[in-house]
Every structure is written in C-alpha cells, then in structure tokens.
C-alpha cells in the first residue's frame, strides 16, 4: 500500500521483524534495468532488494528505502519489519519527533545493523550553511552511531536557491566531510525553485545527493527535467519522494489494466513508474505498517521498466481520480492564480493530514506558513487548477485546508 494509510498490525508479525537477522551478500553489479537484486546469506527471511548506485557516492542502495516521518509509537518494529523485507536504505530527520532515538534503540538491540544499513538523516539550516556543522556530534549523539552515511540539508527555500553553488555551502560541506563523521552530505527540497536549486547543485559540484518531490508524468522540455539531466551528468545521486500520497489510494485497478494484467496495485505502479526513469537511485516511501511494507517491497522485488503506454495509461488513471498533491509543483499554480499563497504546500499539508494519517504533523507544518502563504482568498482557483501537472481541485482541497488546519 501507499504511504498514507493505517491498516491493523500483525503482533505475531512483529515479533518474528524484531528477531536478529543476518547480513545479506553486497554487490555492485546493476542490470540493465539499473537494478539488482543481492543474494541472500542461509538463515535470512528475505533476500536484500534490487539495489542501484546513488550516483557519485558509489554506494549500492535499495531502490526502496524506509522514510519515517510521523509518530514514532511503533517505528522500531517496522524498521526492523522492513530490514527484514530486504530494504537497506533509511531515512530520517531531526525533526521527525523522535524517530532518531527509535535507530539508536535499534543499534543498541542489534549492533551489525549499522554495518549493514545506509542511513541518511536530515537537519534544517534557516541562516547559515556552517551552522550544519555544529549539528554532527548532536545527530550522532541521538541515533546512537559514530558517523553518518549522508546528512541533508533539508528542505531548501526560495532564499536558498543559490546555496548548492555558492563557496559558503562549499566550504561548510567540505568541513562537515572532514570530520569523518558524515560520509557524504546532500540536500532536500519541496520549494518551487527546485529546478534552479537542482541546476545550481550541478553547476556547484560539491553535493553528493538529492532528494526531491517527484512523480514521472513531466515533459522532457520541463526545467525540472533538464535539471534532473544536468544533475544526473553531473552524477548526482538522485532520491524521490512523495511519490505515492494523495494519488495511489485514489486510482481503481480498473483504470489500468495494464498494471492488474502484470499483478500490480496502483501504488506498485507508481513505484515502477518513478524507477523506470534510472536517474532515480532510490524511492523514499513512509511505510506506516506491514500491510505498505510487503507491497512496496514486492513491488521492488518485481520491478520491471514500464513501457511508454503504460506510463501514459497510468498519468491518465490519476489525472481522472483526482489526486490532491502534486509532487512537480514548482510554484506555477500559485502563479496563474495570482495569489502568494503557496498553494502547492498547502495541497501537500493537506494530504499528509488526510492520506498519510500524519495529523499533528500536518497542523505543525501547517502552523509554520506564514499568514501571506496561507491566504488564498481572490486566488483564480481555476486558472491554478489549469496549470498545476496534476490538475488538483485546489479549491475542493483548500476549503478542506481552511476547516480542518485554519
């Protein structure tokens, strides 16, 4: 399932997730589908899932990796769920409430973990870029490590769009490296600069990766795309997000029967849909119980590129069921409405409050717009609906906005 429901967890389940597992074969081989799967060690459940290599940093990562955005009440037995299903490659932040603690739990329980796992975390610089540095020893402090494989910096704004050219971001990534502590350093970004902040990474050549909003349905003649072009040439490892919420759940099987004809739900689809494109190395999917856990990773397991007709059967799928994010905004919804409000951010803390079930993280994300971001009143809702990708019924979503965050 997608990333935004909650279905009953299996107790018998967890126990066997939070049992020891051993460590599976690595390898760097891809295929030519730019994935691989890894053979599993005698005694392992599941074999490792396909893996691809995350760009410059040369480190083989599975093409589904474990986010944990949310409440954290029963995160420790997912991850150790999701380890188990084979992914290798997780994801947290700062500011996931205390998701951080919940690895350091997990490694003090089972040390080879740490060894066997790619583990990214994200912390948010507002001023400074040198201010990451002092952040470190605080992040390795509380998941319970001695280094990190990738710190980001997350969630880039429209005032930081020159950041990943500019010698102060340069020298503070560089600074962060030095330390030994942090193996490689990226940023993330949901802001509608994203193609100009993904174009300056390219020109600036000192980010290791990035992790951005994306779903496959954008022209070639795009910025975005030819950002994602520069980015790849550049070898700039590639991570999407935000990929399944507010679409999958709102497909029926029926509309694409190409993916019921190859046993796929529609978020598998999805899922496929972003790996096709291998400038992708990974997808960062909140997998909030088993149910999401056993589809994402047979969708992994399963993948095969999709062909053109699929992809487009697919796009035509969700425009018809009405997704309520849009994982390519880039601001131009906001502009042909002219209105400041950010309404592409507003479709997305919506759809987290809805869709992923994440209902007090959506109101804090909610509360730190400013009143200008928030206000849409005299916004062409319409005209937004016009030229947003996927079509959101803006005002559908952002009456709901106003009831249930305003």
Sequence with gaps: MSESHSNPMDRREFI???????????????????????????????????????????????????????EPASLQRLLRYAYREGVRYFDTAEGYKNAEVV??????AEPQVRKEIFLATKSGVHRDPAEMLKKVDAR?????????????????STAQTDWPKSKE??????????????????????????????????????????????????????????????????????????QIGGQALKITEERVPSLKARKLTPAQGLLHAIWTDERFSSSCVTMRNLDQTNENSDAARRFEPLKQAELDELRDALLAAGPTMCPNCDGRCSLAGGTKARLGDLARIYTYHEDHGIRGWARERYAELAEADRNWSGADLEAARAACHNKLDFAGILSEVDRLLG
């Design 140 to 156: 390795l402090k509380r998941i319970g490590t001695d280094y990190l494989d990738l710190l980001f910096f997350h969630g880039l």
């Design 169 to 242: 971001m340069k020298e503070a990534v560089e600074a962060i490296k030095k330390t030994g502590k942090v193996k490689f350093v990226g940023f993330s970004t949901h802001d509608p600069m994203i193609a100009e902040q993904l174009q300056n990474a390219a020109k600036g050549g000192f980010i290791d990766v990035i992790m951005l909003k994306f779903s496959p349905w954008i022209g070639k003649d795009e910025p975005l795309y030819k950002a994602l072009d520069a980015c790849h040439k550049a070898n700039i490892g590639l991570v999407s997000m935000k």
């Design 16 to 70: 066997q997730a939070g049992m020891a597992v051993t460590a599976a074969a690595t390898t760097t081989s891809l295929v030519s589908s730019g994935a691989t799967a890894q053979e599993a060690k005698p005694g392992q459940n599941k074999p490792v899932l396909p893996t691809r290599v995350l760009g410059k940093t040369g480190v083989p990562v599975t093409i589904l990796n474990q986010g944990t955005v949310g």
């Design 103 to 108: 690895f350091k739990e997990w490694f003090e």
